[in-house]
Structures are given as structure tokens and as C-alpha cells.
């Protein structure tokens, strides 16, 4: 196989974690950034036009809602905005929801008003943003993201885990069954963004995050032979998995903000232990809990936690990870991993 340069992206609500991987280099000399998130962006620019009184149209594709609190304060102010039908599921799967904001439903931006672009993946700005770096534009680009999922008229609590349910009951919990090269059809920002990216593989941030672990020699290693916990602990959601085999057993998620420490570990012990019910978690605001009956068979005590919010278990019994030697690029390892494993 030739040399191939690969951009990935792990595309938060605060900032993308970007790491230029070049397969003929060594991986410590391989260009990485932390940039501000799309959605930041997006916010910044609804911000300028109000002040500057302009009226606004966004358009473009299904993207993250991380512009949403600034919309709906400029919107309280009395921005007049209207959006294309397609970015208005960044917003809400309800469409009556949206309108509810005080946003008008257009196919076509109203004259006068400045229009916006909704994307997480931009080829104009990469393309850009690389060639001021120096780098030609990747002939692979692996991309993640949280997706909630299309589940019109149901919970996006409960319809997020229906996701994580039919990965575990009709895939078998496979590992590489965590990337794709065409999400399933519920997913639709990982749909928008597959379309954006062009050649290359989409995943959800949580599967990302648990392939960085398994980037990790060592802990892939365990894994295979007596079963792990893995953790990631974001800055909204929390979300474990049992890992045995190349295969998941047992997936938890929840809302960081109403966990702490103490709370969380107990969560943890219960979930590897088989004892954590699904409506226990759902009943807190979280997501959801399922757990295989192939992991009453372990009892997946090497513990392993990353993320930006991972300092919540520090002083209990669980290794804190560094993929590649930095945390913060590892979702972009775990979307390598996950290539690594399906090409």
C-alpha cells in the first residue's frame, strides 16, 4: 500500500480535535490541531449579524446544535431568521418545534437576509486551512461526531440508545461495525456528514472514543483476554463500555453534568456487574443501560477513562489513558483504529 495522508476529525461542541496522520511518518510527527468547533463558529457569525442588524438565513446540512443557546438569545432579542428545511434538524427533528423558536421555514433565503452555512465539515475551509499549513488535501478523511439520531415524536434520550441497542442485539457488539462507510439511516448527521467528507468513514464520538482506547496496545491486549470497562467522561455525556474479544457486551450512557465522582463509580460497579437496569438510568435523565448476558461471564474490572471531564474518577481504581500521548486527539486514534481494523 502507498503512503496515504488521512485527516481526522473528532468534532465536538467546543472544539474539533484534528490529527493529519501521514501512514510513511512516525506518529509523533504527524500534524495535529484543537480548533474551534463548527458550531462555535456558526455562533460567532449569528452573533455578528445580529448585532450588526442584519436578519439571517441559515442553510446547508444537518449539523451539531452547538450554535443553538446563541440563536435562541439573539432570537429573544429580536433577530428575524429563517432556515432551510434540511438544516433545520441541526435544530430540532420537530419542524414545529423550530417554528416554535420563531424561525421561518424557507426553501430559498428571504431577500435582504444574510445567509449562513450549516456544516460540520467545511472542504472549502479545510482545503484553505491546509494549504496555509502546508499540507495537500488528504486522499482519506475519518470524521466523528455526536449523533442523537432521527426519532421524530420519541425521546432523544431513548432514541439515541435504540442506536447503541441495535449495535448490541443485531451486530453482535463488533467493534469494527462501529465505523462506517454508510451510517445506518437513523443517523442522519453522520449521513450529512459523510456526504460532506466525500471518500472516507464516519463513527459517533462514544465508538470513537472507545476505539482510541483500543488504539492502545496494552489495552487491546486486555481486552482479549479477560475484559475491560472503558469510560469516557465528555463535557456532556458519559458513556461506558464492556469490552471482551473485539467485542462489546455492555453499553452505559448518561448526562455528566448530573454525575459526580462517587456516584459515577457506584454507577460503574453496578454496570459491570450486571446490576444497573436500563430504567434506573433512564429514570435519572440519563440514556439508557444495556448489558448482554455473555458479560455475566466477566467481571471487567480493569477500568479505563478518558475524556476532558476524566478528573471525576480521580483517587478510585481505574488507569486514565493517553492515546497516541494525547488525550485530547483520542477519538481521532479511535477513528484510525477503526480504519485500521475494517480496510
Not at 493529519?20 to 509523533?28: A, D, P, Q, V
Not at 431568521?81 to 420563531?102: F, Q
Not at 469510560?231 to 453534568?257: C, K, M, P
Request: aromatic content about 10%; some cysteine.
Amino acid at each position: 500500500m502507498t503512503d496515504q495522508n488521512i485527516l481526522c476529525l473528532d468534532i465536538g461542541s467546543g472544539t474539533q480535535d484534528v490529527l493529519y496522520f501521514m501512514s510513511g511518518r512516525e506518529l509523533e510527527n504527524c500534524p495535529k490541531f484543537v480548533l474551534p468547533s463548527p458550531a462555535l463558529g456558526t455562533a460567532k457569525r449569528i452573533e455578528e449579524l445580529h448585532r450588526a442588524g442584519r436578519s439571517i438565513y441559515l442553510y446547508g446540512r444537518n449539523m451539531g446544535g452547538g450554535f443553538y443557546r446563541v440563536l435562541k438569545k439573539c432570537l429573544g432579542q429580536g433577530l428575524q431568521a429563517a432556515i432551510h428545511p434540511e438544516a433545520a434538524y441541526s435544530l430540532s427533528d420537530s419542524m414545529e418545534a423550530v417554528k416554535g423558536m420563531g424561525l421561518e421555514i424557507s426553501a430559498h433565503c428571504p431577500e435582504g437576509y444574510a445567509p449562513v452555512y450549516l456544516a460540520d465539515f467545511d472542504p472549502g475551509f479545510w482545503g484553505s486551512f491546509l494549504a496555509q499549513a502546508g499540507l495537500s488535501y488528504p486522499e482519506m478523511i475519518l470524521a466523528c461526531a455526536q449523533d442523537h439520531g432521527f426519532h421524530p415524536g420519541a425521546s432523544n434520550r431513548l432514541g439515541r440508545f435504540e442506536i447503541w441497542k441495535k449495535f448490541l442485539l443485531q451486530s453482535s457488539g463488533h467493534v469494527q461495525r462501529l465505523i462506517f462507510s454508510r451510517p445506518p439511516a437513523e443517523m442522519t448527521r453522520l449521513i450529512s456528514l459523510k456526504e460532506s467528507i466525500g471518500a472516507g468513514f464516519v463513527a459517533d464520538t462514544g465508538a470513537a472514543a472507545l476505539l482510541g482506547a483500543l488504539f492502545v496496545p496494552e489495552v487491546e491486549e486486555l481486552a482479549r483476554n479477560r475484559g475491560i470497562c472503558v469510560v469516557n467522561v465528555g463535557n456532556s455525556h458519559t458513556i461506558a463500555f464492556l469490552v471482551y474479544q473485539d467485542r462489546v457486551h455492555g453499553i452505559l450512557e448518561h448526562h455528566t453534568g448530573l454525575l459526580d465522582g462517587q456516584s459515577l463509580w457506584e454507577k460503574l460497579n453496578l454496570f459491570k456487574h450486571g446490576h444497573l437496569t436500563n430504567q434506573q438510568v433512564f429514570d435519572e435523565n440519563g440514556h439508557g443501560c444495556l448489558i448482554l448476558d455473555s458479560a455475566l461471564d466477566h467481571d471487567f474490572k480493569p477500568t479505563f477513562v478518558l475524556g476532558p471531564k476524566r478528573s471525576m474518577l480521580q483517587g478510585f481504581d481505574v488507569n486514565f489513558l493517553c492515546p497516541g500521548g494525547d488525550m485530547m486527539l483520542a477519538g481521532c486514534f479511535g477513528l484510525l483504529k477503526g480504519y485500521f481494523l475494517i480496510r
